[in-house]
């Protein structure tokens, strides 16, 4: 099974600035075969980027993934207050188990 | 525009057993792979189990593996978890989520349901 490590646990930051998430998967993605996802208190989670860096449909560009191998981020340009929510990663690259990162909670000061 | 509504959450005693059920609408069911994915209260994902366009291909966490069955019932747009010996450590939210194919990333979440475990 493939471990996703995610960091930092919490990001504290005012809105305009740049949040940077990490995602560090144990194996080698296959493909670049890594999603993000956006969690907001009291609701399901909601794609924000699939291949690593292709962004779901109606997600703003200030978001953008990169990263390939076994690292990979999640960048947030320009922060608003609704950012502020629960990320999360996730491996496609290897079946049948997928797994997910432990999350970075983005807090706006 | 894709729904995924969940039911047959609640409370139930260590041991026994609980169905949930997903209707799934606005878009083709069968062409797509479903997941069942759970979050403990506070706590980060986990997928549980996820099931091919036409039941071939199943699996399962290892943490339910033995005690959980999923399928679906494509005639009626459905998925469903059936959870056997239900432990207090499977409390959670259960989310009902589209495949965007096949077993690849989740384009589509229900809201969940709460399952409970306690005595």
């Known amino acids: 099974e493939i471990v996703l490590t995610q960091s930092p646990g ?18 080698s993605l296959t493909s670049n075969y890594l999603a993000w996802y956006q969690q907001k208190p009291g609701q399901a989670p909601r794609l924000l980027i699939y291949g690593a860096s292709s962004r779901a ?24 207050p609704e950012d502020s929510a629960v990320y999360f990663c996730q ?19 | 525009e894709v729904q995924l509504v969940e039911s047959g959450g609640g409370l139930v005693q260590p041991g026994r057993s609980l ?19 759970r979050q403990a209260p506070g706590k980060g994902l986990e997928w549980v189990s996820g099931i091919n366009w036409n039941s071939g291909a199943l699996s399962y966490a290892d943490s339910v593996k033995g005690r959980f069955t ?6 009626k747009q459905s998925l469903y978890l ?14 009902c989520v589209k495949d ?7 384009d589509s979440w229900g809201q969940g349901t709460l399952v409970t475990v306690s005595a």
């Open chain 2, 70 to 75: 999923i399928s679906r019932d494509n005639g």
């Open chain 2, 100 to 106: 965007s194919f096949s077993w690849h990333y989740f």
């Open chain 2, 19 to 37: 169905r949930l059920s997903c209707v799934a609408s606005g878009f083709t069911f069968d062409e797509y792979a479903m997941h069942w994915v």
């Open chain 1, 57 to 80: 449909n109606g997600i703003p560009d200030r978001f953008s993934g990169s990263g390939s191998g076994t690292d990979f981020s999640l960048t947030i340009n320009r922060l608003e």
């Open chain 1, 91 to 109: 491996q496609y690259g290897t079946s049948p188990a997928l797994t997910f990162g432990g999350g970075t909670k983005v807090e706006i000061k």
């Open chain 1, 10 to 27: 919490t990001l504290s930051l005012s809105p305009g600035e740049r949040a940077t998430l990490s995602c560090r998967t144990s194996q």
């Open chain 2, 82 to 95: 059936e959870m056997n010996s239900l432990r207090e450590e499977d409390t959670a939210f259960y989310y």
